[in-house]
C-alpha cells in the first residue's frame, strides 16, 4: 500500500514535502495508526502522536485523504491510494504530522470548562435526574482531538476571536447541566459577533467527529438558551 | 552547553492520569505550588480508557457496606494486599467518589437521582454472601468522565502544568532525599531541572511489557524505571493481572461491566463455562479465576474458531436497549475493530494484559517505603507514590475489577493530605546534589550516539522483550519457562545499553522518548521475570503449574526486587486500622 507523507523538520528542513513510503504485508482490519507505526520501524524519524489505540485518548488526530479523523479508528480499506496524510489544517506545525494545539486548548479553557455550584454541597451526591443526565449524552464523550475546530472554516479565519466548535461544545456540556448554577455567565461569555455567532453552520465539525457528536446541535442550543435568557 | 534551566516548586508532580491530577487538584486548592509533569497533554493519560467504573459502599442498588468491600478486596488479593491499607481505602471510597462528583463527573443515574452502580467480579454481600453492586459508572466511560473532570477542576485551581516534558530520572542527594527531577521538553529537547520539596509518582502501569495488552502504548512503567534507578525496589511485580475479556488476538478491553450487566462466557461447545470454575459468583469471580479458566479451555480443546483459541462473551440477550445505555463504549469499540455489534453477535475474547499489581513500595500515606537495614519500611524523604506506579498494596496479588480507579482517587489524595503536612515543617529546599543531576544528564545524553556505530534498533528489541514476556511470564508459569526467561531477559538488557536511534533532533524526537521508555520498560521487565522465577507457589494472579498450591506459611509475604540487592521479602501488613483482621482462607467463588 502507497503512501505519500507530509514532512517537516524545522531542525532540517527549510521547507515541508510529501515523502512517498510503500508498505507490504497488510493485515486484514489493519487500521491506519498499525501502519503508521510499522513506516515509523522503517524510519524512525517520522513522527506522529498516539497512545490508546482504540479511540479514545484522541492523540493521533490528522488530516488522512484529506478528511480529520484519526489514524487508530481508520480502517487502512476505507482508504483511496496513495493515502495522502499531513497534519490537522489551521494549526503551526511542530514537526511532520504535530501540530501546536495551544490555541485549540487555550479555546477550550475559555469556557470555563468545569461544573460551577455556588450552594453548598452535599454530604452525599448531588441529585440529578436519568432525564437531566441524559441531556449531557454527546456533550461529555468529547476526547479534545481538535477534528472539528481544525475543520471549520470560521476557525482557520478568526481562530483568535471564534471558540471553535470544540469549545463550544464544552460550554454547552455545562449549560446542560442540572448541578451547574453559573447559566448567566456562561451565556454572557459567549455574546459578541464572534465567539459563537461566527458559526456559519457548515457543520465540517459534524462530519468529522470521530466520535460521532454534534457540535452544530449543541451551538444551536446554546442559541436557544440566549434567546430564552433574553426574553 | 549552557546551563541546565531551573524551576522551583513545593511539591513535583510526574503523571497527569487520576491519581496525578486528584494530588494536584488538593494542592492547587491548598495554595502549595504544583507542577505536573506529563509526557502527553492530560486527558491522553491511560486513566482515560478505563469503562467500568469505581467501587465504592454507597448501597444505592443493593446493600452494602465499607467493611463488606474490604473483605472481598482482601480475598480478591488472594491474602497478600494490606489490610490497614485496605480499610482505609474502603472507608474512603464513597468520600471519594462524592467527591468526583461534586468536581462534575456525569454519572449514570438512578431514577431517584442518585448514582448508578452495578455488580462487578467479586463483589459480595455481608462477607461472601449474595452479589454486591458496588461499581459507580458513567455508562462505560467511567474513566473518562474522571479524568476530564479532574483536568477540568486543576484548569479552575491554576496548576501548573509541563505538557509534553518527559521526566528522565529522580535527582537524590547522599543522604537519601529525594529533591525533583531532571526532565525535558519533547517539542525542544531541552532538559529542565524540577527543584522540589516533595515529588510525587503518578505515572501509571508497565501494561507495554506485552504484545497483547488493554493498555495504552504510553505506558511503559516510567515510574517504575526511575524508583528502580534511584535505588528503590519494586514490590511485588510478579503479579501482573491478565483480564479476562480482551478483544482476541487485538487486545482491546472489554469492560468487565458487559458481565456485570449480565453477559456471560461461552466455549467452543456452547457451553457456560464458568458454571465449572465458580458455581456461585460464576462469570463475575475474581479475574484471576476467570481468566485461567479461559486459558485452560482453551488448553483442553474446547476454544472457539477455526483455531479454537478464543472463547465468546455472549451480550445479544441483553437486548439493544441496555447495550446502548450502558454499554455504548464498547459496542462502538466492537463495530470498529470487528464489524461486530454485540447486541446481535457473540464478542470473541481471550485473557489479555491489563495491569500491574507491583510497583514502588508505599505506606497508606503514599510515602515510598523500603528496607534499610533492620528496617522494612524505612520513609524515602521527600518521595511519593500512588496509583498504578505504586503498590500501597491494596490490591495484593489480584486486584477486584473496579478498584484501580478507587485506588488512584483515595491514594492520590492522601499523598496530597500528607504532602501538605510536610511542606509546613520543610519550608525550604534542599541544595541541589550536582552528582545526582549529571548521573541523569548521563542517561539523556547516552542516545546521542549514532547508528553508525551500529547499534540495534529500539523497536526490535521492544518486539523481542513483549515476546519473552508473552512466552515466559504469562497467565501459567513454571520453573523451566521462567528460567529460561530470566535469562532471556537478561541478555536483552544487555544488548538495550549498546542500542541507537537513528533520530538526533531536538524537535519532538518521538525515537527518543520510545528509547527512554524502553529502558524503563526493560527494568519492568527484569523485575517481573525475577520476581516471578522465585515465588515457588500459586497465589492470585501468579500461577505456577509445578507449585499450584497458595502456601501461606512460606509465601505470604511482598517481594521486594531492586537492582543493588536483587531479591528481598517483607511482610504483609495483616493488621487493619480499626477492625478484625480477617485471616486467610482457601479462596472459592
Known sequence: ?????????PDLDSKPYMQEYELRDIEPGMMLLAALLKLKEQDETLSFRRSCGEGVCGSDSMNINGVNGLACITPLADLREPVEIRPLPGLPVVRDLI?????FYQQYREVKPYLIVKDPVPEVELPQTPEQREKLDGLYECILCACCSTACPSFWWNPDKFLGPAALLQASRFIEDSRDQALDERLENLEGPFKLFRCHTIMNCVQVCPKGLNPTKAIGNIRKKMVKNSL | MAAIQRRKFDTLIIGAGGGGLRAALKLSDADASVAVVSKVFPTRSHTVAAQGGMNAALANVLPDNWHWHMFDTIKGSDYLGDQDAIEYMCRAAPKAVYELEHFGVPFSRLDNGKIY?????????NFGGDQAARTCAAADRTGHAILHSLYQQNIRARTHFFDEYFSVDLLKNDEGHVLGALIFNIHDGQPIIIEAKTTLLATGGAGQLYRTTTNAMINTGDGLGMALRAGVPLQDMEFFQFHPTGIAGRGMLITEGARGEGGYLVNGDGERLMERYAPKAKDLASRDVVSRAIATEIREGRGCGPNKDYVMLKLDHLGEAVIQKRLPGIRQTCMTFLGIDPAEAAIPVFPTAHYTMGGIPTNRNGQVVMPVKDTPEEVIEGLYAAGECACVSVHGANRLGGNSLLDILVFGRAAANHIIDYLKENRY??????????KAMARFQRWDKKAEDGGESVSALRDELKAVMEQHCGVFRNDEVLKEGVQKIEQLAERL??????????????ARVEALELENLMACGLATMHSACARRESRGAHSRIDYPERDDKNWMRHSLYSFESGLDYKPVRTKPVSVDSFPPKPRVY
Open chain 2, 117 to 125: 452502580q452495578r455488580p462487578f467480579g467479586g463483589q459480595s454481600q
Open chain 1, 1 to 9: 500500500m502507497r503512501f505519500n507523507i507530509y514532512r517537516y523538520n
Open chain 1, 99 to 103: 501540530v501546536d494545539m495551544e490555541q
Open chain 2, 429 to 438: 529546599h534542599r541544595s541541589m546534589d550536582e552528582a545526582s543531576v549529571n
Open chain 2, 497 to 510: 545499553k549498546e542500542a541507537t536511534i537513528g533520530d538526533h533532533s531536538d524537535t519532538f524526537n518521538t
